[in-house]
């Protein structure tokens, strides 16, 4: 099978068949991260986001330099893809406009690529109970964005430590600091969301 960078590289000299595999490489994996970025999302939400983040994905290409696996890259557009779609949807709704529940997740800039579990701690498994999604959520809201960013990256797309480290161009140090206190101030901002304790949503950080 022919490398990544090969199959890239056919994808810039405009071979239709390149496209196509990667397409069925990616496709299935970037869907499924942009459905679990909001409890909000339908499948149709997904599906439409995903088509507008492999559009950007085409007419950016040329800007993905291999810094970071491909799929990194294409989750992270997928995560301020989505981002933006959400926001869109609140705004139409403030505005009296239609009031679909659905929401979609877009984002062309940021990818993740599958990356073996690594030793460091992953997310306690209550984190994507469904009746812990709107919590986290809503909470993820109130963050400032290279907060809201690191932890969708950690944890919806399963970034590793050093795939975080390349994506954000940060370094292991770094990024490890910033997701701690970034995910005890996504605790902070969800006991008072909520108005009650909650200490087994959050991944610990000890």
């Known amino acids: 099978m022919a490398s990544e960078a090969e199959l890239l590289a056919r ?10 595999e990667l397409f069925d490489l990616h496709y299935a994996a970037a869907g499924r991260f942009i459905f679990q970025l909001s409890p909000d999302f339908s499948r149709e939400d997904s599906e439409e986001i995903c088509q507008e983040v492999f559009l950007s994905v085409i007419k950016n290409l040329d800007s993905f330099q291999g810094e970071s696996q491909f799929q990194t890259w294409l ?3 997928a995560a301020n893809k989505a981002r933006d779609y959400r926001e869109k949807r609140i705004a139409a709704k403030r505005g ?18 599958p990356d073996p579990p690594d030793p460091l ?4 498994e209550q984190l994507m109970n469904a009746e812990q999604l709107t919590l ?5 809201d109130q963050l400032s964005g290279p907060c809201r960013e690191i932890i969708e990256l950690r944890y919806f797309g399963d970034l590793s ?3 975080l480290s390349a994506t954000l161009e940060l370094n292991l140090k ?9 995910l005890d101030r996504l605790e902070e901002i969800a ?7 909650t200490p087994e949503v959050f991944p610990s950080n000890g």
Do not use: H, M
Not at 121 to 124: A, G, L, N
Not at 174 to 182: D, E, G, P, Q, Y
Not at 191 to 197: D, G, I, T
């Open 136 to 140: 986290v959520r809503e909470s993820l």
């Open 96 to 113: 009296g406009g239609q009031t679909t529940n659905s929401l979609q997740a877009e984002n062309p800039e940021t990818g993740q690529a």
């Open 75 to 77: 989750f992270r557009i």
């Open 121 to 124: 701690p992953r997310p306690d």
């Open 174 to 182: 770094t990024v490890s600091s910033r997701l701690s206190k970034c």
């Open 11 to 20: 994808c810039r000299r405009g071979e239709a068949a390149a496209w196509d």
């Open 191 to 197: 006991r008072k969301w909520f108005a009650r304790e």
């Open 161 to 163: 430590y050093e795939e």
